[in-house]
């Protein structure tokens, strides 16, 4: 529960501060999504440790397989038919058929993740990839906007709503204990992992100093182990409302990351100094390769996607789905 950042909180707050341009902002959301797909399998594992009293590995491995076997065919189903298919019906879509269009498919992958037992952050997550990959993907983005704004409002609203005034005066000790722990946890170790990862001293502070909240995650963890009975009532009402201060405090964490940084790059021995300019040589020089190996690569998945797309398949998938939607035009006509 203390390990569990929340995504939305995360990119929420560094769309506030402007940061989606900054360089740390990938490996952050990459750390966020990675977290994601372990609670769920942590779930899974803690559940079954509550109800058994053992632990099952057989249950955890075939777990683990079929999130990996999930994930490959809903990629691969996802990228072979809707990027062909939103080609085809393109001038049959306006603003509103577009979004209802996305959020559809959006929704739709939802319901597949959860049915299959796993979250609804990794369907909508899958699914946003795909979308990325169609030649609507910065239209899309565009129309999503205030929608997904509304939303990261109610978000906000119901994770207020579950704070019970009465137990902020009475848990106040547990809670404060609770956000230093996060604070301080999230952003010492968030920043060392990051930097023998082989990030910028930079990058990894802004990285760790981004993660100093816990969200949606560890409350379904907590209400969970409330349900099963294996921890303490009080668990929940605590970690909720260490939710909402350390979500208060982001924002301002964030900000503090540069001058925090400046004045360890100051006042830091001289060793420590030369490996983060020599880091930050590496890194650069590693993004200047990188920026030439991806137009090769892109050259090359283009082929690739062109190749998949026009197979006889994937043309007869598309060619069915949109007769199925001419028959069914004409009928209502």
């Known amino acids: 529960m203390l390990c569990m950042s929340s995504t939305t909180i995360v990119m929420k707050a560094v769309d ?17 999504i990675i977290e994601d797909v372990v609670a769920v399998v942590l779930m899974v594992l803690l559940s079954s ?21 999930t994930l490959v065919v809903w990629f691969v189903c996802g990228i072979l038919i809707i990027p062909t298919l939103l080609r085809k019906v393109k001038p049959y879509l306006n603003d509103e058929t577009l979004i209802i269009l996305a959020l559809g498919l959006c929704l739709g992958m939802v319901l597949t993740a959860e049915e299959a ?35 990261a409002a109610i978000f906000f609203v ?28 999230m952003i010492v170790f968030g920043t060392l992992g990051c930097w023998w990862g082989g990030e910028t001293m930079r990058d990894a502070m802004q990285t760790g100093f ?18 099963l009975g294996v921890t303490h009532p009080a668990l ?13 405090l982001t924002p301002y964490i964030m900000k503090a990351t540069i001058p ?19 880091r930050e040589q590496q890194v650069a020089q590693a993004e200047q390769q990188a920026a030439g190996q991806n137009d090769n690569k892109s050259a090359v998945a283009d082929k690739a996607r062109h190749a998949v797309r026009h197979t006889i398949v994937t043309k007869h998938l598309v060619n069915l789905f949109i007769k199925n939607m001419s028959e069914k035009d004409e009928e209502k006509a």
Request: hydrophobic share 50%; with cysteine; aromatic share 10%.
């Open 260 to 278: 925090c940084y400046n004045f360890l790059y100051k006042h830091a021995p001289a060793g420590l100094r030369a490996k983060m300019d020599q």
């Open 16 to 32: 506030e501060a402007g940061l989606g341009k900054e360089r740390f902002v990938k490996g952050a959301t990459s750390i966020l």
């Open 236 to 248: 929940y009402p605590i970690i909720v409302a260490s939710s909402v201060v350390t979500t208060f």
């Open 210 to 227: 981004s993660f100093v909240q816990i969200g949606e995650f560890s409350f379904i963890i907590a209400g969970l182990g409330t349900t």
């Open 158 to 185: 119901s994770v207020g709503m579950m704070i019970n005034p009465a137990n902020l005066a009475e848990y106040w000790s547990s809670i404060l204990l609770v956000c230093i722990v996060v604070v301080v946890g």
């Open 117 to 151: 037992g796993f979250s609804s952050a990794l369907g909508a997550f899958v699914m946003g990839t795909i979308l990325a990959e169609t030649v609507e993907s910065h239209r899309i983005e565009q129309l999503m906007t205030p929608l997904k704004n509304v939303f």
């Open 49 to 69: 440790i509550a109800i058994k009293h053992q632990f099952e590995g057989a249950e955890l491995l075939r777990k683990v397989g079929v999130l990996a076997i």
